[in-house]
């Protein structure tokens, strides 16, 4: 499976954007979804996840309540939903996929997942 990341763009602080995720090959749905973002000199950090059974979310703390996680399996394409942006939100932001086989604990590493997207780059400033 191959992963395409775009929606990324200039905004400005406490505007919205959209991430997608257009996944292509194998089956998108047989695998866990998550969303990672790397800033300049920073380590690349886990963002959201969701699980392909059940529907479980994972968020890091700095984003909860501001982004949603959700995939349409029928399109092969996840999403993510960024709301109320900050300046500290600025990264590039990369989808992937984990097997559904990860632990709850692994689901926040970047280690548990093996495909990646290209990343696409989201910049919050005035």
């Known amino acids: 499976v191959q992963l395409q990341a775009s929606g990324g763009g200039l905004v400005q602080p406490g505007d919205s954007l959209r991430l997608t995720c257009a996944a292509s090959?194998?089956?998108?749905?047989?695998?866990?979804l998550g969303w990672f973002r790397q800033a300049p000199g920073k380590e690349r950090e886990f963002v959201a996840a969701l699980r392909r059974r059940g529907g479980t979310t994972y968020y890091r703390d700095s984003v909860k309540g501001r982004f949603t996680i959700s995939r349409d399996n029928a399109k092969d394409t996840g999403y993510l939903q960024m709301n109320s942006l900050k300046p500290e939100d600025t990264a590039v932001y990369y989808c992937?996929?984990?097997?559904?086989?990860?632990?709850?604990?692994?689901?926040?590493?970047?280690?548990?997942?093996?495909?990646w997207g290209q990343g696409t780059q989201v910049t919050v400033s005035s």
């Open positions: 992937a996929l984990s097997p559904t086989s990860t632990i709850t604990s692994e689901m926040y590493s970047a280690l548990a997942y093996n495909v």
């Open positions: 090959g194998q089956s998108f749905s047989a695998y866990n």
